[in-house]
């Protein structure tokens, strides 16, 4: 009984966070850049899309499912664009979004930079059957369609980048419905080429109003040129305790340099990892059209010929 009741709280505790933040947790956000920064439509250098689902806390009645789609590429020479589908499932509600990108690509010699456009929006509904089964009323209390823009700013190069996007940066629907508000994501990599491995420590910090700070801290390893990725990554706010706070593994691996295959698993802090069994992230990417520039988004093999490229965006 006392596990019941902690894990009925967990699942109130998680969706008091999840109206903090108003945007979903992901630990495979590496490889779809895209949902973190709107900078980041066509930095691959060439047309990627990516299919990812994600569930939180699966021992848990109610618990949240969050999936999402995107595709994003090179226009022209210097215009990326890129499109989002969302969908969130958390107990009784049931949001799907839409959210269309739109970077302008600046050439700085050996490197890029981007500034991006976000358009989303939102549609959150109820399940009316399983309202009377969990709780009696909405964990965040309000359905309809909510829109808002967001703007980032990314400086890459083939081993680096650090952006800067802040996503819901203005409403512009359904403000009387509920406020959303701006939130900060710090971000960054650097690649260290060791030979045979290569390293890439990352930085993902989020900075959201009337929340704790949460950082994502994590480092992935290629080996077998550049196909088989381990990786592993931690979770907090602060230091301090927290639903989403813990550790991650994760693991991935490439075919032909087209297609792509990633898992994570989140082992929770404290006693939240005995009562949900963590969370499992599943994601399947695949590139196509002609690579027109070579970047850190993009993965190639160390030991293939260099293919015949164009230059990075011109200004």
């Given at each position: 009984m006392r596990k019941l009741l902690l894990a009925f709280a967990l699942l109130f505790l998680l969706g008091s966070v999840m109206q903090a933040q108003q945007d979903p947790l992901r630990s495979n956000y590496r490889f779809n850049y895209l949902l973190i920064n709107p900078a980041a439509a066509g930095s691959n250098g060439q047309w990627t899309g990516r299919v990812a689902v994600r569930s939180d806390f699966s021992r848990l009645p109610g618990s949240a499912v969050t999936s999402n789609a995107s595709v994003h590429g090179i226009l022209g020479e210097?215009?990326?664009?890129?499109?989002?589908?969302?969908?969130?499932?958390?107990?009784?509600?049931?949001?799907?979004?839409?959210?269309?990108?739109?970077?302008?690509?600046?050439?700085?010699?050996?490197?890029?930079?981007?500034?991006?456009?976000?358009?989303?929006?939102?549609?959150?509904?109820?399940?009316?059957?399983?309202v009377d089964i969990y709780t009696p009323e909405p964990l965040n209390g309000f359905t309809g369609g909510l829109g808002d823009l967001s703007l980032g700013v990314m400086h890459y190069s083939k081993k680096h980048f650090v952006g800067i996007s802040v996503p819901q940066l203005v409403q512009i629907t359904g403000a009387e419905v509920n406020e959303l508000v701006p939130h900060i994501y710090l971000s960054g990599g650097y690649i260290f080429d060791l030979g045979s491995v290569s390293l890439e420590p990352m930085l993902l910090a989020r900075f959201i109003p009337n929340a704790k700070t949460l950082l994502d801290i994590n480092l992935r390893a290629w080996f077998v040129d550049n196909q088989l990725m381990l990786g592993a990554g931690w979770r907090g706010p602060n230091g301090s305790q927290f639903a989403g706070s813990g550790i991650t593994l994760m693991t991935g691996f490439n075919v032909n340099n087209k297609w792509q295959f990633t898992y994570s698993y989140d082992m929770m802090s404290g006693d939240f990892q005995s009562l949900t069994w963590g969370s499992h992230e599943v994601g399947f990417g695949f590139t196509f059209g002609k690579q027109k520039f070579d970047n850190v988004f993009g993965v190639r093999t160390s030991n293939e010929e260099e293919p015949a490229m164009e230059d990075a965006p011109a200004q």
């Open positions: 210097n215009s990326g664009v890129g499109i989002n589908l969302i969908s969130d499932v958390i107990n009784v509600e049931q949001n799907v979004g839409i959210q269309l990108n739109y970077a302008y690509h600046i050439d700085m010699d050996r490197n890029n930079l981007s500034i991006g456009l976000g358009a989303r929006y939102v549609d959150y509904r109820l399940n009316e059957e399983m």
